[in-house]
């Protein structure tokens, strides 16, 4: 008997704790006072969890347990006290990625091992614990190690660390919980690489967000490497345990230490913790979408989460909390009563936010049927007064219909869409510039000047306070990153993001909306990505501007987007359905095309651009290691021990299955390769090589499509020149053949004008030239020249005036043009070589295909700063004045000998 009260006395405040979060759960959709009033007799049920508990059920409370007053927003938060802070080193930002499997440069064998190779290997080695299992095993995500190794805090690993109590300290922005296998951090201070050069003696360091008397995490070295210029270290950090930080230090060699101690661990009732985990899940379903911190990611992993030891330090890590709360969370005895300080903090954000809202405090019912209804609900959304007056009188005739006719029904659908769009609720712009480097060094390789840029944009509009929208324009190939680069923006000012496609559009009505007299007509899709917003002030991406369509008969949309993009305008655009002005003019619009002269010039004079070239091969095989491999892993469901890529693998793929600028199609080849070896795994019941290396690609490939040594050649009559399309740069060959005839130039293509006119300038400047071009006294008037570009489509352009002179002084005089030489520049009837444009993407285009000379104007040399160095290095780079200093660089000087 008294065993059983002692038990129901241990578990009375958890009944107390659930009565006020289902309560409150009910009582958040009836705002106001009115709201707890109502919810003296309800329930809220949890529906089902990740945890294994669904319906009411499982955990129900009724009202009777606590008393009505008690439950008030404010008493459901318990305020966590901030410990106080003393000074640390300079903090480090930390870029912070998902646990992914990752290629080891170590482990590639694509030549020589070198000194940070061999560092590697050691650090893995090092990181060992007894039973020979490398620390590198938790990338797999496999966490089925003792309770410590969960993070739960209840007992310890079976064998990790020694007992330290001293050892080097990194401070950082963020507080990481244990259980999570690897974190990637960049570390890019110089105290910082002194601290983990330091920790590689003894492989742990300990990582604290605050100072004196707070509470850090022991952290084990799994992983290092350095960034491709060498500026940074990439370190892979596995957090093991909870540690008071008692003190600070400092080594022989001056690198700042922390003493430590290791908190009492207190023993969690499992089933409580499991009863608090559904509560936690419920409770982020239900309200995460009032809080625009809390990203849908977040949302998304903690509903999936099936472990709740995982689950809690999951919330406690992400969760948008203070410094000051992760530390008192991280301080924790028990994982029970960290998870049930998570909930009470969520549930107190939560409702401090939902009282925040507009609205929130008169208890306008969300419920247009009735006038005051309607009323209650224009004030809380902040409906203009010229926007409420329109409303109210539509209203009004709704009001005298029947409400089952379908003229009622339209007109209460129009009301709805009126009171559904957002009028004046806004997101506060983050502009915390570290974070946003962070978010933008996770989730892109290079592209370095475009990050810049972007990182300048948002320290202007945080020194200028700027509340206006702006228009950002990023133009390049495909598959470069400008709508990740668009989404990173959105997330770093934490601000929604949306996406309209305007590829193909012909009708302006997709963006203004049908008038209501059409039948089942409806806003155009900016007033219904406004609505998907839900704020004033969103990122909306405008896709593929170039592609929109011109010359129908519905109307231009090029002049409805300029209303939607014009500062002057947008503050009263109007939809065709609404048939009210509605205020854009905070909306940051970023639009993206693949050729900036495809756009409108009116729209192009209203942005501000910024450029995206095409990657390097050095450049791919990074993205590929760092993000492409670790996510089609995670998307065929195999470990790293089952399938992993050298370098020398992504090499042979990047260079002998893909021809692009972007990423998309060596994305779609690594999934290729890893789909064959999964379903080799699953069909034959066996398994494969862990390991594919360059040799082997072709095996799940097929023989390579493309090869840079297979490239069309140089020869008698042929020159390759160099463009630039939507794809980024391209290489293209003059073919040109004599034949008898009577002096007549003969294309053999419609082409545009520009080149034609290069092909008859090029020819005038042969002939008035001859004998400099070792023509002398040759007969123009007994011959035919024909011209010829492959590979076939539409060329213009008035760069291949020197490439087609080169072209038929060769055909001409059968003496061949040089391998391996690629050129563009325009000419003049004198011989000079006028400035061109595109010239990086030309560049990196020759060096892709395997040519070892571009020659180019000298009027570019201002461009070459632009190349990526691996470019500059891999290939020959002349500039050149007049035509006579391409001559002898670009032809041999012997005619070619007959088989």
Known sequence: MNTNMARHARRAPFAILCARLTLAAFAATLPGPAAW???????????ASGLGISGAAALSVTAPLIAIPALTPATLAVPLAAPAAAPLAARVHVAVVPVVPVVPVAAVGDGDVSAKESLQTAVLEMAKDGGGKSGARNFDGDMRGGAAARGDGDGKPKSGPPALTEAPILALTKLFFPGFGATQLIVNTKEAVASVSEALRGGYMIASGGGRGTMGTLM???????????????????????????GYGKTAAGVPTAKISYPAAVPSDADRLKDLGSVAQHILETFASLDPEISPNLVGQALAEKDVHRLAN?????????????????????????LESVVLEMMGRFNKQSAAAPGAEDGAPDDIGTLEGLKAKMRSIGMPDAIQAITLKEFDRFSKMEQQDAE?????????????????????????????REILERDHAGLEKVKERVLEFLALRKRTGSKKGAILAFTGPPGVGKTSIARAIAEALGRSFVRLSLGGVHDESVLRGHRRTYQDS?????IQNMKTAGTVNPVMLLDEVDKIGRGGNQGDPTAA?????DPAQNDTFHDHYLNVPYDLSEVLFVVTSNQLDKIPEPLRDRMEIIEFDGYTTLEKIQIAEKHVVPEKLKLTGLQIAEASLTRGALRRIVEGYTMEAGVRGLRENIEAVLRKIAAWIETRGEKVPGIVDADGVQKYLGVPPFSLRETAQNGVGVATGLGV???????????????????????????????????????????THAASLGLKGFDFTKIDVDINITPAGKIDGPSAGGLMVTAIVSALTGRPVKAGVAMTGEITMRGDILPIGGLKQKVMAAHRMGYAMVIFPFANLKDIENIPAEVREGIVLKDVKTYDEIYPAAIEPEAARAD
Request: cysteine-free.
């Open 37 to 47: 009033a109502q919810a003296a007799s309800r329930v809220a049920p949890i529906r």
């Open 220 to 246: 084990r070295i799994s992983f290092l490497n350095e960034s491709q210029d060498g500026a940074k270290l990439i370190v892979f950090l596995e957090a093991l345990r909870a540690v008071k930080i008692t």
């Open 314 to 338: 999951l919330l406690a890590q992400e969760m948008p909390f203070s410094v000051e709360i992760k530390q008192k969370l991280l301080a924790a005895p028990s994982l029970e009563s960290r």
């Open 408 to 436: 009622a029904q339209k007109l209460r659908t129009y009301l709805e869409w009126l009171t559904d769009v957002p009028w004046s609720r806004r997101t506060q712009d983050n502009f915390d510039l570290a974070r946003a």
């Open 522 to 526: 409806m806003p155009g899709r900016v």
């Open 561 to 565: 987007l300029l209303e939607i993009l």
């Open 725 to 767: 399309n939507a794809y980024g740069g391209s290489t293209l060959n003059v073919e040109v053949s004599k034949e008898p005839g009577s002096g007549q130039l003969k294309l053999r293509k419609q082409f545009g004008d520009d080149i034609e006119d290069s092909a008859k300038n090029a020819y005038k400047y042969v002939k």
